[in-house]
Nanobody
Framework: QVQLVESGGGLVQAGGSLRLSCAAS????????MGWFRQAPGKEREFVAD????????DISDSVKGRFTISRDNAKNTVYLQMNSLKPEDTAVYSC?????????????WGQGTQVTVSS
């Protein structure tokens, strides 16, 4: 299996930046994609971004495109979410997830989440 640990969350003013990290351990050789999701108070969890492990192809939510960038360091088994021009509506618990090559290739592994709070 795969274990995921997020870090880098915190309090930042609107317009500021944060970089989240998610370190994977365990059977990391099975990772196909890693992604970021977020859940704000009173709202459902939503997709933010993901990246393929081998080719680095990315998918970014329209709500954060142009402000957030996802990247990965395969040697460190770590995925990053660089968040720029943060807005109060970005406030949420951010979680990373891993999709493996094991059928049915779903986001079966999740981290505990890290709080991001953007003040106005």
């Amino acid at each position: 299996q795969v274990q995921l640990v997020e870090s880098g969350g915190g309090l930042v003013q609107a317009g500021g930046s944060l970089r989240l990290s998610c370190a994977a351990s365990g059977r990391t050789f099975t990772i196909y994609n890693m992604g970021w999701f977020r859940q704000a108070p009173g709202k459902e969890r939503e997709f933010v971004a993901d990246i393929s492990w081998s080719g680095g192809r990315t998918d970014i939510s329209d709500s954060v495109k142009g402000r957030f960038t996802i990247s990965r360091d395969n040697a460190k088994n770590t995925v990053y979410l660089q968040m720029n021009s943060l807005k109060p509506e970005d406030t949420a618990v951010y979680s990373c997830a891993a999709k493996t090559t094991v059928v049915p290739m779903i986001y079966a592994y999740w981290g505990q989440g890290t709080q991001v709070t953007v003040s106005s």
